[in-house]
């Protein structure tokens, strides 16, 4: 299924105020495969066509969890003590044969987001990254920075809420992966090296120096480009200066080892980056590579039906449309034809129908342009079940595998009843 967000720039929601608070079930952020070029998390990727991304602005940050102590001022003050025990250029050959650059085509938006990742099992050629590199990729190539040859890489699954995504990549020989560490044994102060494709320029990557500043942290972080936010907990907080196209990269101790995934940048008066512990990524990736879906794991691509939908949970069409149109302000002068890329506007005229998902657009040479959907269209059911909104679409939609065949049926604005039997197709991650 694929599904447009509308843009809510509202107020943040609070953080939890114990950093050890569990994430947030799954759909608690509304998926969608066309957020934006960068959803959340912009410190990932860069787009090919209109430049470096913004960085992910981290808009708060909760205390450290109980026991770690500290923060960037005082990790700072700390800095000569733990330069000493850092060799920037040892621990940079140690972990750079692992190092990728990660392309992500984002056909539906007609660009292209790059960012880092590092190999993890070279026997198995599995690269793990974050999930806002790929989202919305409807295909990853994978480029060893040691060789500096591009291979394709198949998405094998991502985790949304834990913005991890696990890649295998395609033809490449002789693959070496980093040395993984733990964590757990990060405290402040300890000096580390955060490793990246800035700017997504490719190439040797970048390094940048710094120390562990805090442990434990929730943060809030949003891209002021799509409105969209992202809440991540456990996060390690450093002082090294993470930039747009550092996401998946590693971050690495003194010894050489990972200790944890670069993710998010900013703050208000000290400006820190954010990665994800590697104690927490690795068991995940191990779950998306033996295959188990879970509620939080997306396992391969999704299934996809090539519709735009408001982001709404909303039953009324009209006011799902009301929404959406006080969100963008802009109406679509006519339903008939498709869209290649993510140019949602909502409907000028809409279908009849007291419950349903209102189509804001179809893309060209999807399952829902074959089977002649248009903008105003209200879909009421899907594989013999009720669609009560957007949001209700999407979920019935995620039961289904690509290649599936599933029975559709909307309204037209003219008040008409349609049906069709759909293939779904392979969908853009994410």
Request: glycine share 14%; charged share 15%.
């Amino acid at each position: 299924m694929h599904e447009g967000d509308s843009r809510d720039g509202g107020a943040l929601n609070p953080p939890a105020e114990s950093s050890d608070h569990p994430p947030p079930p799954a759909g608690t952020h509304p998926p969608g495969l066309l957020r934006a070029l960068l959803t959340y998390l912009v410190v990932a990727a860069v787009s090919a066509v209109a430049g470096v991304g913004a960085t992910l602005i981290v808009q708060r940050v909760t205390a450290p969890r109980p026991g770690a102590s500290g923060t960037p001022r005082e990790a700072a003050a700390d800095r000569l003590k733990g330069a000493a025990a850092l060799n920037d250029e040892a621990v940079y050959h140690a972990v750079e044969p692992g190092v990728v650059d990660v392309a992500a085509d984002l056909r539906y938006l007609q660009e292209t987001a790059k960012g880092t990742g590092f190999v993890i099992d070279a026997a198995a050629d599995l690269v793990l990254t974050n999930n806002h590199v790929i989202d919305g990729a409807t295909s990853v190539t994978v480029t060893p920075v040691t060789s500096g040859r591009s291979y394709p890489a198949r998405i094998l699954g991502y985790d949304r809420a834990d913005d991890l995504a696990l890649l295998q990549v395609q033809g490449a020989p002789r693959l070496r992966a980093v040395t993984i560490g733990s964590s757990a044994r990060a405290g402040v102060g300890m000096p580390v090296l955060a490793i990246g494709n800035e700017g997504g320029k490719g190439g040797s990557p970048t390094i940048a120096p710094g120390l562990i500043s805090g442990l434990g942290r929730t943060i809030i972080a949003s891209d002021q480009s799509s409105g969209l936010t992202e809440t991540l907990y456990g996060m390690l907080q450093t002082s090294a200066n993470i930039r747009p196209g550092d996401s998946g990269g590693p971050l690495a101790g003194a010894d050489g080892r990972v200790i944890g995934i670069n993710t998010a940048a900013g703050g208000s008066t000290v400006y820190s980056g954010y990665a994800i512990p590697i104690d927490r990524a690795m068991p995940i990736a191990r779950q998306i590579a033996a295959g188990r879906q879970g509620t939080r794991i997306q396992i391969g691509m999704p299934a996809f039906l090539g519709v735009l939908l408001p982001d709404s949970g909303n039953a009324d069409p009209r006011r799902q449309a009301s929404q959406e149109l006080h969100q963008t302000g802009v109406v679509s002068g006519s339903g008939r034809g498709c869209t290649s890329g993510d140019t949602t506007a909502t409907p000028a005229s809409i279908a009849p129908a007291g419950t349903g998902a209102l189509v804001d657009g179809v893309l060209c040479g999807t399952p829902a342009d074959q089977a002649g959907l248009f903008a105003g269209d209200v879909i009421i059911s899907v594989g013999g079940r009720a669609v009560t909104s957007p949001r209700s679409l999407t979920a019935l939609a995620g039961r289904y595998r690509p290649g599936s065949r599933v029975a559709l049926a909307w309204v037209a604005p003219g008040g008409s009843l349609h049906t069709a039997v759909v293939t779904l197709a392979a969908g853009p991650a994410g």
